[in-house]
């Protein structure tokens, strides 16, 4: 097998090991979805719990939901322990492994859910999707792609890189979830107000807590907006170019970004609004909002990646300050209605938590750049 494989690469961190981390938490959040009512099943024992049924009947859309959900995770393991300077023996074994015991953990943990079914098929779908995926990073790996992609890697990159790659690789998972304002992704205030009032009902500081000022209902100024719209393209465009070595790749970079924001966008719109209305974000702010953002990105090519990391602290303050001052749209609810009626709601809520969350997760990692002496 040696003589068809390229060398072993350096061991290096890799953004594979983190998106295999982020696409194990994908699973977890699809295959226990709604996480709750928990209850012990009836009449069962510790022992029967280790056991899988085999179902009476199962959908045509449950054998390739079930066995293409699991081929990424397998070749996301196998990837980041090939990368990552691992043996092939161990991305194998791992790639084969991880996903079947997490596969059986979840099922056994559906037993605990009462509007979730435990299957052994649905497992033997998981394993054996896990295993195709497998068998495609192998390929991938024999015709030289991750060799490929380490040496491109190098070239467009610096090191120590790897959290940035996979942050942009989760940016377009966020825009899937429609936003306050195109591309403006971070608006958790409204949430944690909720929560903080759910736990604080029936307390003394309930009542004080209800009477405080309430988020504004009207919507941004189209002046605003279109500031929101630039900080939402320049905040995963200065991420990049923390990152990113001197030269024309900057421009292609950002260019890039800017057409995945905009494809992004367009996905969600058609997602919640049906297709005919797909482009109907691009409005009068959208327009200027996106040229702005873009030109300004364009300029911060010239700076320096520790000029970039400083400028995205700025960009994403402003953007997490503006989005939380948005009012949601009028529309959700009901395209929500339509989405918890359908089989995509699991997925369609976890981005709404990477929407919720990427923009402090990039605040955390851009403070983490800047701390380092390096740079």
């Known amino acids: 097998m040696g003589r068809w494989l390229p060398p072993p690469l350096p061991r290096r961190h890799s953004s594979a090991t983190l998106l295999a981390w982020a696409y194990a938490g994908l699973v977890v959040y699809a295959s226990l979805y709604p996480f709750g009512p928990w209850a012990w099943p009836p009449g069962m024992d510790l022992r029967a719990l280790l056991g899988l049924p085999w179902p009476r009947y199962w959908g045509g859309f449950d054998v390739p939901a079930n066995l293409l959900g699991y081929l990424p995770l397998g070749l996301l393991i196998f990837a980041a322990v090939v990368r990552s300077g691992g043996r092939l023996a161990s991305g194998l074994l791992l790639g084969l492994l991880l996903p079947a015991l997490l596969s059986f953990a979840m099922e056994t943990l559906q037993y605990f859910v009462p509007r979730r079914v435990p299957s052994l098929l649905d497992w033997v ?68 107000q909720e929560l903080a009032s759910s736990l604080l009902e029936g307390t003394p500081w309930s009542l004080q807590w209800e009477s405080g000022p309430e988020l504004p209902t009207l919507p941004l100024p189209p002046g605003l907006e279109g500031i929101a719209i630039a900080l939402g393209l320049l ?117 709404q938590w990477v929407g919720w969350l990427w923009p402090f997760a990039v605040l955390a990692w851009l403070l983490a750049l800047l701390a380092r002496r390096e740079g």
């Open 235 to 351: 905040a995963p465009c200065l991420l990049a170019l923390s990152v990113a070595r001197p030269g024309w790749q900057r421009l292609v970079l950002v260019f890039g970004a800017a057409g995945l924001g905009i494809l992004g966008t367009t996905l969600s719109t058609a997602l919640n609004f049906g297709p005919q209305h797909a482009w109907a974000w691009l409005t009068l702010s959208s327009w200027p909002g996106l040229a702005l953002g873009l030109g300004l990105a364009c300029i911060m090519c010239a700076l320096s990646r520790r000029a970039c990391a400083a400028w995205g602290l700025v960009v994403l303050s402003a953007l997490i300050a503006l989005v939380s001052q948005a009012p949601s749209d009028p529309y959700m609810a009901q395209s929500l209605q339509a989405w918890e009626q359908g089989r995509f709601i699991s997925f369609y809520g976890l981005a």
């Open 125 to 192: 779908l998981n394993a054996g999707g896990a295993a195709a995926g497998l068998l495609l990073g192998l390929l991938l790996h024999a015709a030289g792609g991750l060799t490929r992609w380490h040496a491109r890697r190098e070239h467009w990159f610096v090191p120590h890189s790897a959290g940035a790659l996979a942050l942009l690789a989760l940016w377009p998972l966020g825009l899937l979830f429609p936003a306050p304002v195109p591309l403006g992704l971070g608006q958790v205030l409204p949430q944690l």
